[in-house]
């Protein structure tokens, strides 16, 4: 048996209106979605004869909507390609709440311009939530993404991430 636990908050996300996406979802992976409203649980089974890497990917899945992501995004980990990377940002910085939201400001930048910016470039979408920055892609995308958000983190200048990034789209085309 596999589970995870979700932010409360996210778990009609996962359920989806009238346990639709739940159920979708379970069809569509041939495994048993088991969600506990009260605690955030979410357990994943397969059912007999399935895939039981499927669980894993349904786990993988209901992390990254609990991280924040859109359904349409975390659905991309449904694919073998597709990688889900979660980075404490409480590992770069003093445990301050002020501290946290000033990195978590730099992470998404003036009307979201940094985080669209290493999106773009990177083919990764991100999501910043809590104490976390979590990124999804294929595994060079992610890499790439997480080397932006290294640099951040780590008190690196925009402009340097925006360099970085952009020598990373020409030496990519």
């Known amino acids: 048996m596999n589970y995870v636990r ?54 993988s899945v209901a992390k990254a909507i609990g991280r924040g992501f859109a359904v349409e995004d975390a659905e991309n980990l449904l694919d073998y390609e597709y990688y889900l990377e979660v980075l404490d940002i ?28 290493i999106e773009e470039h990177s083919g990764a979408v991100i999501a910043v939530k809590g104490n976390t920055v979590s990124v999804i892609g294929y595994l060079e995308q992610v890499d790439v993404a997480k080397t932006a958000i290294s640099m951040i983190l780590n008190g690196a200048e925009h402009s340097s991430v925006y360099r970085y990034l952009e020598g990373h789209r020409r030496r990519r085309h």
């Open 6 to 59: 979700i932010p409360k908050a996210r778990v009609g996300v996962l359920i989806g209106p009238k346990g639709e996406y739940k159920k979708n979802l379970e069809k569509r992976t041939k495994c048993i979605i088991d969600v506990d409203s009260k605690s955030g649980i979410v357990e994943v089974t397969p059912q007999e004869g399935a895939d039981s890497l499927k669980a894993l990917q349904v786990i």
């Open 90 to 117: 409480k590992n770069h910085s003093s445990k301050s709440k002020k501290r946290m939201e000033q990195i978590r400001a730099r992470l998404i930048g003036k009307n979201g311009k940094t985080k669209h910016l």
